[in-house]
């Protein structure tokens, strides 16, 4: 069974930076995609940035190309989320999801992390 824990999150004002880490444990697959999502209150959970083990493949939503960074350290079986030029519109629970080697693209995980609390003032 793989876990998940996420660390790194924060209240940070309008324009700061932030960066999120996602270690894993209990991986039996070599290949892998790991992603982040976030979730606002009231709405629904969505994507965020997802990459490949390798880091080949990297995918980015529209909403924060330019401004977040996926990264990887595979030998801490740790993976990133740089965020810089935070918004209001960034406060979220983010969270960390992982599946065997698959696309960067769709939404289906298998395994979650508990998420961390991102806040952004303005």
């Known amino acids: 069974q793989v876990q998940l824990v996420e660390s790194g999150g924060g209240v940070v004002q309008a324009g700061g930076s932030l960066r999120l880490s996602c270690t894993a444990s209990g991986r039996t697959f070599s290949r892998y995609t790991t992603a982040w999502f976030r979730q606002a209150p009231g709405k629904e959970r969505e994507f965020v940035a997802a990459q490949t083990w390798s880091g080949t493949n990297t995918n980015y939503a529209d909403s924060v190309k330019g401004r977040f960074t996926i990264s990887r350290d595979n030998a801490k079986n740790t993976v990133y989320l740089q965020m810089n030029s935070l918004k209001p519109d960034d406060t979220a629970v983010y969270y960390c999801?992982?599946?065997?080697?698959?696309?960067?693209?769709?939404?289906?995980?298998?395994?979650w992390g508990q998420g961390t609390q991102v806040t952004v003032s303005s």
């Open positions: 999801a992982d599946k065997p080697y698959g696309s960067v693209y769709g939404n289906e995980y298998d395994y």
